[in-house]
């Protein structure tokens, strides 16, 4: 089907209108339909445009059927400005696959390659998804992390300025992750004191002038989160994000998508724990799961108008 049946729309539109206005579009991870309504009822509560990110292992763990049976039940409209993305596709199968399925948006991660295959499979994925009229987002620089099933590695690299525009223009791509010393998952930072290297950000925007530039590993790790998580049992020790006083300086050059995952993560975690914690004879599932969805919702409206400055966008 196409991505217009789902009432989704690309994200040309919704790039081009941050650019100008100085601000992000949030692309919030999702896996099940606790997570999905959570986040969609975060945007429409907020009149924010929203990107719903599905990665690979994602996509497995829902099922394609499952999947889009969801985005469907969602009955959108393009006025919602509402963009289905892929993220870290990690083969031209995998990106074809959610193009063919409705997708409107596709990330080719193919950062870990030597830079000319990265450029001839990220052109092979444009070729295809442009004849759909979907979106591509690539990368440059390799994010460290710590997650399964992806295609991150533990090293990282920051983007090299030098390289931005040949790869944009050979690529023909829509918008391009760049590596300033953000990380996926919980521990990114080992104390407060180390900051992001606005400098590379700054020789890259310079290169590419009003280019979207998007920014993964960007979840803040609220710190009433962890603590809660911590209080009712759990042990994340030392999980440390990015402040949200950089990710908003990010907004104000040309970051205009911002990737969550790990925020949402610890929010269903931390509404689980407590509930089980204040209602030990409790076992109905809508009950505990209604917890996590109220705190990924209040997380996500929180980063929505404090951080990605998208609210009241649409
Ligand atoms: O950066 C991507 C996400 O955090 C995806 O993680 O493959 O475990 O769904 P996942
Ligand atoms: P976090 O682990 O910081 O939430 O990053 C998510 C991400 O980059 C998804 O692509
Ligand atoms: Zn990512």
């Known amino acids: 089907m196409k991505y217009s049946d789902f009432g989704l729309v690309n994200t040309r539109e919704m790039f081009l209108n941050a650019i100008k206005g100085k601000y992000a579009i949030p692309a919030f991870n999702f896996y099940n339909m606790e997570t999905l309504n959570a986040i969609m009822a975060a945007a429409r509560d907020t009149d924010s445009p929203i990107i719903l990110a599905v990665s690979e292992s994602a996509l497995k763990y829902m099922g394609a059927n499952m999947l889009m049976g969801m985005i469907s039940g969602l009955r959108l409209s393009p006025e919602r400005s509402v963009a289905l993305h892929l993220d870290h596709g990690s083969s031209f199968d995998a990106c074809k696959n959610a193009v063919d399925l409705g997708f409107s948006s596709v990330m080719i991660d193919a950062s870990k390659l030597p ?55 050979a690529t023909n791509i829509d918008s391009l992750a760049i590596a300033i010393g953000t990380s996926h998952g919980a521990y990114k930072r080992k104390s407060d004191d180390e900051t992001l290297r606005f400098d590379i950000l700054d020789a890259v925007a310079k290169q590419l002038p009003s280019f979207p530039l998007v920014l993964h590993g960007a979840s803040s790790i609220p710190e009433h989160l962890v603590k809660t998580i911590n209080k009712f049992g759990g042990d994340i020790t030392g999980a440390r994000g990015i402040s949200t006083d950089q990710l908003r300086r990010a907004t104000e050059m040309n970051i205009c998508k911002i990737n969550v995952d790990s925020d949402s993560r610890l929010a269903f975690t931390a509404g689980v724990r407590q509930y089980f914690a204040d209602n030990p004879s409790k076992f109905n599932p809508r009950d505990f799961l209604g917890a996590a969805i109220n705190l990924i919702h209040q997380n996500c409206i929180n980063e929505i108008n404090n951080v990605m400055g998208s609210n009241n966008k649409i």
Do not use: C, M, R
Not at 119 to 136: D, F, G, M, W
Not at 162 to 168: A, E, G, L, M
């Open 115 to 169: 830079f000319e295959a990265n450029i001839e499979l990220t052109k092979q994925v444009v070729e295809y998804a442009h004849a759909h009229n979907v979106s591509v987002e690539a990368e440059l620089g390799t994010l460290a992390g710590i997650e399964d099933e992806t295609t991150f590695g533990t090293e990282s690299s920051y983007t090299n300025p030098d390289d931005v525009i040949k790869f944009v223009n």
